[in-house]
């Protein structure tokens, strides 16, 4: 996996800049598998045609573009990501994913910047679709992740439909599930379902059982307390390697998981790529 998107730069950077949002470019490789796929596009064309740039990225082989929802922080770089690719290729997104959202505060704009047909132009297939898709069992777009717990509340945002301005409980929200010969590993991209209803899902729907890394957004940058402390006492009970937090998870949560789980912690920004094997 390398970033070409994420809130953080660090020394390792390459001169990539960081602004709040998230993409990465995935290569899954065995012996009987090849698949090359997008998992999210950033926020501007700006900052990820600078950082595409800098990290000479080759998306020839991209076999299909995913976005886990659909917010401007993930979506704002597509159509320079699908002009790369240089070839037509799905863009695999949910039904509501081009709503006109806000956030809930002062009505800013946070949806996706423009249409599906402007992505058609640009060179994709816009695939629309909410159900679970998987890849010779060895990697899965997730469907609508079920909201079971009671402290992973989705707040602040609305969105039209039929004409009205409703409560967005953003239902679009998807992750990337890999298994890695029996161990797996999880990617959000702001994780809006809550990081352990989305675990819980992958430990359904694809008997996930230990997890080799659990990577991305975690959407807790304005989290409680009471929130925070709960979301760690869920990870305990949950067999894991490694966790990244990326984006959205904010300082407050990341030192309370490098506190309670040290070294299993890795910190990953823009410009930064991680293999796992």
Partial sequence: MTVFSDNYASLRSRGCWAQHGFGAFLEFKSEDFSLNVIFDCGPAVDIVKHNLDLLKLDFSGVNAVFLSHGHYDHTGGLLE??????????????????????????????????????????????????????FDGKVFLSGEIDRVNDFEKVEGYVIEEDGRLIDDNIIDDRALVVNLNGEFIVLTGCAHSGLINTLHYAMKEFNAGKFKAIIGGFHLESASNERISRT????????????VPMHCTGIKMTAALINNFGEKVKVLGVGESLELK
């Fill in 232 to 243: 760690i006492s869920e990870l305990k009970k949950i067999d894991f390697q490694y966790i």
């Fill in 81 to 134: 990501v699908v002009k790369r690719i240089g070839r037509r290729v799905p863009v695999v997104v949910h039904p509501k994913t081009f709503s006109n959202r806000f956030a809930k505060r002062d009505l800013r704009v946070v949806g996706v910047p423009f249409k599906p047909s402007d992505v058609e132009s640009a060179g994709g297939i816009v695939v629309q679709c909410r159900n679970a898709i998987d």
